[in-house]
C-alpha cells in the first residue's frame, strides 16, 4: 500500500467515526425518537401540596369493622389508629412481616397484671375492642390470679358457693349477678328487707354480719316466734331492734349490761346476778309486773 493510500484510508475512518458519533449524539439528544410512546402532558400543579395525613374517618371508610369496633367497644382505645399503627399498609406475603409491622402492647403498657401475665393476645384477642374478654379457658384458669380474695374468701369459709365454679355466677367477664336471679325464695319464703349483701358477702355467704339497722322483720322471717313476741310487748324493748342487741355478727347474745350499767344498787345484784331471773324475757321484760 503507497503512503498516499494509507492517508486515504485513514481519512475515510475518521469521517465514519465522527459520523457515527453524531448518530449517537442525535439519538441521546432525544431528536426525533419519543421517550414515551404515548403522550400526556405534565401537570406540576397536581403535586403542588403535599397530601395530610389520613384521618380516622378516612381509614374507617376502609376499614369500617376495625372503625365499629373502636367507636362501640374501644373504650380508652379510641384515639388516632396512627398512634398504634406507626407502620401499614406494608404488610407483604412475600416477607412475612406481620408481626414485625403490627403495634406492640408493651409498646405503652408495662406489665398491667404482673409479672406472671405477658401473652396480651390471648385474651385481649382484639386491640380495637380491648375490654372484651371472652369467657375461656386462658381466662377461667386465671380468675384468682388477678382476684386474690374471692378464691381465698370460698376456700377459707366453706359454704355451698364454694361448690360452684367462678364462671357460674360470673357468665361474663366483669358481671356481677343478682341473687334472687338464683335465690328466688330466700329465707323459706320470708319477707327480706334490705340488699342481701348488707348481710350476706357473696365469697363466704355463711358469714354472717350487720349493721345495728337491719330489719327486724328479715330476722322474723326465720325467727317467727320470737319476733312476735318483741313486735306485741308493751316494754320499751319492741323500740330497741333485733339487730341493736344481737349485733357483730349473726348469733351473737348481749350483755344487759352493754346498755344498763348500773341498773340496781350493787348489793341487790350480788345477791341476784342473773337479770333474767327477773325480768324473764329480753323480747318482753315484765318489768312492770315484777314491781
Ligand atoms: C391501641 C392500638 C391500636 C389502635 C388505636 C388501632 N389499632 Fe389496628 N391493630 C392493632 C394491633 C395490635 C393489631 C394487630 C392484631 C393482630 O395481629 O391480630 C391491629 C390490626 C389491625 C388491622 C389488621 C387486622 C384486622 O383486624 O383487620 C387493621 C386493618 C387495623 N388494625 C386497622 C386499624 C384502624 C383503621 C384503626 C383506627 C380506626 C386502628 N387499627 C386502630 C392496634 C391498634
Ligand atoms: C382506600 C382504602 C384504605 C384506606 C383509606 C386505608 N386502608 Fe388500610 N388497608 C386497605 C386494604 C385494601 C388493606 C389490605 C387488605 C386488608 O387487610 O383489609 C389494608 C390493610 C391495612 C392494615 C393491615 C396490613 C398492613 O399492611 O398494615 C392495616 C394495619 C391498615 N390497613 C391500617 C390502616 C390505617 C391505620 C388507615 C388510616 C390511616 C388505613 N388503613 C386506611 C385499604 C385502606
Ligand atoms: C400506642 C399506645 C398503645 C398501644 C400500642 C396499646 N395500648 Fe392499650 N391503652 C393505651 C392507652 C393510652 C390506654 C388508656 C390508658 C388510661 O386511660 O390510663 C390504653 C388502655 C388499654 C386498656 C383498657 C381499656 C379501657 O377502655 O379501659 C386495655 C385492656 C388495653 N389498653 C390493652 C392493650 C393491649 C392488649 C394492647 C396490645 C394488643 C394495647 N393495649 C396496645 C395505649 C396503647
Ligand atoms: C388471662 C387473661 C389476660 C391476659 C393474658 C392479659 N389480660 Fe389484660 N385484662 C384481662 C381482663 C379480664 C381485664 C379486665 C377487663 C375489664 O375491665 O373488664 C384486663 C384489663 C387490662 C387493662 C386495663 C386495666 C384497668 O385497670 O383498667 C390493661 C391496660 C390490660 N389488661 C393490658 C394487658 C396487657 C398489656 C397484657 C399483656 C402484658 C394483658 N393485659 C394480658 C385479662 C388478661
Ligand atoms: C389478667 C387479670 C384478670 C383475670 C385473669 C380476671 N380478671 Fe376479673 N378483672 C380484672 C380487672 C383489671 C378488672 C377491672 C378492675 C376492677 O374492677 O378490679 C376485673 C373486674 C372483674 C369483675 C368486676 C369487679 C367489680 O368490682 O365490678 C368481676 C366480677 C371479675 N373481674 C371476675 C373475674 C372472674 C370470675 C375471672 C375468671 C373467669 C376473672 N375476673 C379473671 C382482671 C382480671
Ligand atoms: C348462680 C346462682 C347463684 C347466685 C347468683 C347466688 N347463689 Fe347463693 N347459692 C347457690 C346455690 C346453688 C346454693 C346451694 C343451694 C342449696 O344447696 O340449696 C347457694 C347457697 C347459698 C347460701 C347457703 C350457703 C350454705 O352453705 O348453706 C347462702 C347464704 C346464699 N346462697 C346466699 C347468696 C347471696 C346473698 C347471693 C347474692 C350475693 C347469692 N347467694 C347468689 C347459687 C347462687
Ligand atoms: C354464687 C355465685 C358466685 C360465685 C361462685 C363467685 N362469685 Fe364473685 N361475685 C358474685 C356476686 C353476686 C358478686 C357481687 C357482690 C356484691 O355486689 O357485693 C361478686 C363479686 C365478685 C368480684 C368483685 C367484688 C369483689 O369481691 O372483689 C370479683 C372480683 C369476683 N366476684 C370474682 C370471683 C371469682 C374469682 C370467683 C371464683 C374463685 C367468684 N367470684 C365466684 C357471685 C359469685
Ligand atoms: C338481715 C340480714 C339478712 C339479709 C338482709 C338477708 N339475709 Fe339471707 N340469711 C340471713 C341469716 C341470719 C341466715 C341464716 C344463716 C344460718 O342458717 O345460720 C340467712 C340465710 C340465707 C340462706 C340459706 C338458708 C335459706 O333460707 O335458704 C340463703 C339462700 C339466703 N340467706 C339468701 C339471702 C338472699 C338472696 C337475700 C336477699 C334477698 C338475703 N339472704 C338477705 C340474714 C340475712
Ligand atoms: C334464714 C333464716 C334466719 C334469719 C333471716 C335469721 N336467723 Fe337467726 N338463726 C337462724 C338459725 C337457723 C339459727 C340457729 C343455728 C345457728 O346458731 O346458726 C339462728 C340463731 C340465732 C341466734 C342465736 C340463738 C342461740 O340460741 O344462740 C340469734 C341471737 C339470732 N339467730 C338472731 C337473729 C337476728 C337478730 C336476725 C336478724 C338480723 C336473724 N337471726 C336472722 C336462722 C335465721
Ligand atoms: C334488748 C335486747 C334484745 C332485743 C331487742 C332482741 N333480743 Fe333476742 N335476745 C336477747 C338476749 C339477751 C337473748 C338471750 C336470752 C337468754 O339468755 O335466754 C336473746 C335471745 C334471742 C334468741 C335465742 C333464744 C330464743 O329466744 O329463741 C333469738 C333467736 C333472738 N334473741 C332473736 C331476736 C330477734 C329476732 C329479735 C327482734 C325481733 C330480738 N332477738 C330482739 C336480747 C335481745
Ligand atoms: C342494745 C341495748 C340494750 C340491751 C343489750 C338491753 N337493753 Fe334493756 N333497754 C334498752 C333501752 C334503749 C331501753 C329503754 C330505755 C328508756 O327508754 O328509758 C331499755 C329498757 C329496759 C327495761 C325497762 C322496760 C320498760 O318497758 O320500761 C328493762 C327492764 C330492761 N331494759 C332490761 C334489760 C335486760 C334484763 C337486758 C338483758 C337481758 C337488757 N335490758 C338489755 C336497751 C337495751
Ligand atoms: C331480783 C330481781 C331483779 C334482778 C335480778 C334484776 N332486776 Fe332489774 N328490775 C327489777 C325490778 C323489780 C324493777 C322495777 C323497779 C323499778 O321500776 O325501779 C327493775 C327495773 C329494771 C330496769 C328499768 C329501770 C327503769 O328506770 O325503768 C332496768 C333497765 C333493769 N331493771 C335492768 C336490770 C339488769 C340489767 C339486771 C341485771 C344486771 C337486772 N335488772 C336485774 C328486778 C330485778
Redesign the pocket.
Known amino acids: 500500500m503507497t503512503t498516499r493510500n494509507v492517508l486515504k484510508t485513514g481519512l475515510l475512518a475518521v469521517a465514519l467515526l465522527v459520523a457515527a458519533l453524531a448518530t449517537t449524539l442525535s439519538v441521546y439528544a432525544g431528536e426525533g425518537r419519543p421517550i414515551a410512546t404515548v403522550t400526556i402532558p405534565p401537570a406540576p400543579e397536581l403535586f403542588a401540596s403535599t397530601p395530610p395525613p389520613l384521618t380516622v374517618t378516612q381509614c374507617g371508610q376502609c376499614h369500617p369493622g376495625v372503625f365499629a369496633g373502636l367507636k362501640d367497644e374501644g373504650g380508652r382505645h379510641r384515639f388516632d389508629c396512627q398512634k398504634c399503627h406507626a407502620t401499614f399498609h406494608s404488610f407483604s406475603p412475600k416477607k412475612m412481616n406481620w408481626d414485625g409491622i403490627m403495634p406492640k402492647c408493651s409498646s405503652c403498657h408495662a406489665e398491667p397484671h404482673g409479672k406472671g401475665i405477658t401473652d396480651c393476645a390471648s385474651c385481649h384477642v382484639n386491640p380495637h375492642t380491648p375490654k372484651k374478654v371472652a369467657m375461656e379457658t386462658r381466662l377461667l384458669n386465671a ?2 390470679q388477678c ?1 386474690v ?3 381465698e374468701q ?1 376456700v377459707k369459709f366453706p359454704s355451698k ?1 364454694s361448690q ?1 365454679a ?1 364462671q ?3 357468665t361474663i367477664h366483669g358481671y ?2 343478682n ?1 334472687i336471679s338464683c335465690h328466688t325464695k330466700p329465707h323459706h319464703g320470708g319477707e327480706v328487707v334490705g340488699l342481701c ?1 348488707s348481710c350476706h358477702q ?2 363466704k355467704p355463711r358469714q354472717i354480719t350487720y349493721g345495728k339497722d337491719a330489719s327486724a322483720a328479715t330476722c322474723g322471717s326465720c325467727h317467727g316466734k320470737v319476733y312476735a313476741t318483741w313486735q306485741n310487748s308493751p316494754s320499751k324493748h319492741a323500740k330497741v331492734n333485733c339487730a341493736a342487741c344481737h349485733h357483730l355478727k349473726h348469733g351473737y347474745v348481749p350483755q344487759c349490761t352493754e346498755c344498763h350499767a348500773a341498773p340496781h344498787k350493787k348489793e341487790f345484784l350480788s345477791r341476784y346476778p342473773r337479770c333474767l331471773t327477773c325480768h324473764l324475757d329480753p323480747h318482753n321484760p315484765p318489768a312492770k309486773q315484777v314491781k
Open positions: 380468675c384468682p382476684h380474695s374471692p378464691k370460698l358457693h360452684l367462678c357460674t355466677c360470673h356481677k349477678p341473687c349483701t357473696v365469697h
